[in-house]
């Protein structure tokens, strides 16, 4: 079997639409969820408004990291001289980063709609929010951080035709 196979871009390919497509998905989520709590935190107090959109901004951030991951991968990616390593290891860094995306998009909607919908009976709960929310994009952060070191794998250049 040949090292250098002409589907092997296939794979470089599927880790740029999953990085993309999963972290937007979790992003979307948890925006929605999150602007869910904020339109219901709007009708009974909405100065709150402004200071509840934490959760939307952290929702966005995912997508950020998704489209970093894929702008990397997508610029290794070459029809000639790619090998089968490289493109194995550009899905699993798509496949690390949206996933993790996702699960982080997932805890910042439910997590930001829950909090929001509280911060309306107590003010006192919006540092535990900002905290909880913290940790719940860090879990993306996590996946950006291991696609690009899996990606410096590639760029080392160890594994040409």
């Known amino acids: 079997m ?3 196979p002409p589907f092997a ?3 470089g390919f599927a880790g740029v639409a999953a990085a993309m497509v999963l972290s937007t998905v979790g992003a979307a989520f948890g925006t929605s969820k999150a602007g869910i709590g904020i339109a219901g935190l709007g009708q009974f107090k909405p100065e709150l408004i402004m200071k509840s959109l934490i959760p939307v901004v952290m929702s966005g ?7 970093v991951v894929s702008v990397l991968i997508a610029g290794s990616l070459s029809p000639h001289n790619y090998s089968l390593f490289s ?3 550009h899905l699993a860094a798509g496949l690390a980063c949206g996933f993790t995306g996702l699960a982080a998009g997932y805890a910042i909607g439910h997590v930001g709609d829950a909090c ?7 003010s006192k709960i919006f540092v535990g929010m900002v905290l909880i929310l913290i940790f719940a994009e860090v879990l993306g952060l996590y996946g950006l951080i291991v696609a690009l070191i899996m990606n410096t794998k ?5 594994h040409t035709c």
């Open 2 to 4: 040949s090292l250098c």
């Open 9 to 11: 871009p296939f794979f």
């Open 61 to 67: 951030i995912i997508a950020v990291y998704g489209l």
């Open 87 to 89: 493109g194995f290891v």
């Open 116 to 122: 929001v919908r509280a911060y309306v009976q107590e």
């Open 154 to 158: 590639v760029s080392s250049g160890s």
